[in-house]
């Protein structure tokens, strides 16, 4: 996982931008945790990134790159699929501090929870007027 370094309050690791390359420090024993990102690598890569650090026996945190809330439902439905990736708290609020988003129903946590959508897929719906008003493609 070629990337770059980062301190983390459970540990340092990696963020990792290209997974099975491998990180010298995780499997040196250097890296405490791994903050994986899947608005950086995805649902795939993620999941690759997630089995090298089960492998090496490195905790992983999730956590995301000031997403807004349809990247912190991806965030939190990927993390909530396996239990290595759903025992510690994730970095997952940075869209609180946005003015605005897009979807039609607001992601709340609660109680220091943020829970996974009900519905199919993520269980978001996208919000018709505020895509139009927000496109950038015209």
Do not use: W
Not at 19 to 35: E, K, Q, V
Not at 41 to 60: A, H, I, K, P, Y
Not at 77 to 99: H, K, Q
């Amino acid at each position: 996982m070629a990337g770059r370094a980062v301190d983390h309050p459970a540990g340092r690791g990696r963020v990792g931008d290209h997974p099975g390359r491998g990180d010298p420090r995780a499997a040196g024993g250097s890296a405490d945790a791994i903050s994986i990102k899947t608005a950086r690598t995805g649902f795939t890569d993620s999941q690759r990134v997630l089995f090298q650090c089960e492998g090496l026996g490195v905790d992983v945190i999730m956590g995301n790159q000031i997403d807004g809330q349809i990247g912190t439902a991806c965030t939190v439905a990927f993390g909530a699929a396996y239990a290595t990736t759903s025992r510690r708290a994730g970095e997952l609020s940075n869209f609180l501090d946005m003015s605005d988003d897009l979807l039609t129903e607001p992601l709340q946590i609660s109680g220091g929870t943020l829970a996974v959508r009900p519905g199919a897929g993520l269980g978001l719906q996208i919000d018709d007027d505020k895509l139009e008003r927000y496109r950038t493609d015209r």
